[in-house]
């Protein structure tokens, strides 16, 4: 299963901002990406609000372009206990701290900056919460993408290292959850354009015969 978002930039931390080389990040920039989940991992904690370990199979982060001439783009990473990688549905409609939420959470992998001044991206997070409580009925993970208009916070959160300043934060607001259409392989658009081929090549034998009896 793949989910495709979109959305802007709307904070971005000092560091990543402030480049010598003109590639910056900067406020109102656009991001879009995907994730590819398996929709059969289980619950590992069933008592609780759902959580489901290990589920992202596929990432893809793509910002920009920058204030230069390029964009950036960020992958999966290798997830650790320190930086998990993680589907969670929060379900809880009734009391006090009623709240619904959706979060999608995975290491990443990607450079940004040149040397010797670097950012090295750790982590990617998609965080949609519904303070009412009334958006999910349960907290299996949904098969269909969440409606962001039943949640008030829609926001994404990319988080990069650097050798010299520690931690920055890009911060933005998700415009769009959509299920991404899956590509046909190759082997598959091959073998439709050679069975159109066919036809066509009997089509022309058909009618030479028909012409050749006429």
Known sequence: ?????????NKAQSGLFTRGDGNNFN??????????FNSLTPDSNP???????????????????????TSYTASLGVASPSNPNFIAIQNQPFGPTSSDAYVVRAPVIGT??????????????IELRDPDGGTFATDALPTTPPSLSSFSTSRWRMVF??????????IGSISRLAVSPVPLPAAVILFGAGLVALVGLGAGSWRQKKNSLA
Do not use: C, E, W
Request: net charge positive.
């Open 27 to 36: 406020v109102g920039q656009k991001v879009s990406g995907f994730y590819t």
């Open 47 to 69: 008592t609780a609000n759902g959580r489901y370990n290990n589920t992202i199979t596929n990432l893809v982060v793509n910002l920009g372009p920058l204030s230069g001439p």
């Open 161 to 170: 290292q650097d050798i010299h300043t520690g931690q920055a934060k890009l």
């Open 112 to 125: 940004f900056g040149t040397a010797p001044n670097t950012f090295s991206a750790l982590s990617f997070r």
């Open 1 to 9: 299963m793949t989910f495709s978002f979109t959305g802007v930039v």
